[in-house]
């Protein structure tokens, strides 16, 4: 087997007046051992397909395939064989670390010990701890754990460092890592750019029930036509009226305005730079901050939906 999931026009339809259509006919396909992202804004339609490919939802139409089965003849031989960690797992205060996995290794014919589960999200010293003692990113690492502990082939990962400390993100970050090495497929949902660019082959973006965008996260940057961002912001608000000789300089592929803040993507900085800071004098705008870096898959996002991922959260 070559793909881990295959989604083919799927489509999730609420019914109402009008009918609330979520899900308006996604196609896409994971292979195994890749870690593949899913972003979108709030109301994307995001969370209804990875609730469709868990088994927690029927979709109206279309088809969902996991490891080769469907949902409707082999949910059994599905459930034994992936593992899911919900954005805000609801584990009980009143259990130990050791207790909570080895109720979990319970709903699985097969998997590995709740010793090695422990080990793999590195929470062997708090296995008598009770969950309520635990901090945030303990919780998160047993969340992950009693996804783990069943030696699923395929992992379902909702927004599991959201909220955490830039420490405990990166010991997930290890942990996700660390299953992928194993030929294990991944698929993650999240809020934060620099995760989605460092763990996941592949990403799709999702908008309106719509998949408007996938590929790798370098390729998706350059379809943006450029490799840097200049932003700039004034406290001029007639800027928002005189872009367009901006958008004239050389190099420049877009320009965007948000109240009085400027974001130009440009391929090449040496070529607009000057031109741009002349245009700004000239026009007597005043800066009140400008930097340059390179482009990154938030740029994309905000560059095919108006939005920033980042204000989703």
Not at 199 to 222: H, M, N, Q, W, Y
Not at 285 to 298: M, V, Y
Request: charged share 25%; proline share 3%.
């Amino acid at each position: 087997m070559t793909l881990a999931i295959d989604c083919q026009n799927l489509i999730k339809t609420y019914p109402g007046k009008p009918p609330v259509e979520a899900v308006r006919g996604i196609d896409f396909q994971v292979k195994v051992g890749e870690c593949f992202g899913v972003l979108g804004p709030n109301g994307a339609g995001k969370t209804t397909t990875i609730e469709i490919l868990e088994g927690l939802l029927s979709a109206t139409s279309g088809t969902a395939t996991i490891l080769g089965m469907d949902w409707r003849s082999h949910a059994t031989q599905i459930r034994e064989r992936i593992g899911v960690s919900l954005q805000e797992t609801q584990l009980s205060d009143r259990l130990t670390v050791g207790e909570t996995l080895k109720l979990f290794r319970s709903f699985y014919s097969s998997g590995i010990s709740t010793a090695e589960a422990m080990s793999r999200v590195s929470l062997e010293e708090k296995e008598n701890s009770w969950v309520k003692t635990l901090s945030g990113g303990q919780k998160q690492r047993l969340a992950v754990a009693t996804a783990l502990v069943g030696d699923p082939e395929l992992i379902f990962l909702d927004e599991p460092t959201t909220g955490l400390d830039p420490t405990s993100r990166r010991q997930l970050w290890d942990i996700i890592e660390s299953f992928k090495a194993q030929n294990r497929t991944v698929m993650l949902t999240t809020h934060y750019m620099e995760e989605a660019e460092r763990l996941c082959d592949r990403v799709a973006i999702f908008d309106a029930g719509k998949i408007i965008a996938e590929g790798s996260p370098t390729e998706l940057i350059r379809s943006l036509g450029a490799n840097h961002v200049i932003e700039f912001s004034t406290n001029d608000s007639s800027v928002s009226k005189s872009v367009d000789w901006i958008e004239k300089l050389p190099s420049v592929s877009q320009v965007q305005v948000e109240d009085n803040d400027v974001r130009v993507t440009a391929d090449q900085l040496h070529e607009v730079l000057p031109g741009l800071v002349a245009g700004l004098e000239r026009e007597s705008i005043a800066l009140t901050g400008l930097s340059t870096r390179q482009a990154t898959l938030e740029d994309v996002f905000v560059s095919l939906t108006g939005k920033h991922l980042s204000d989703e959260a």
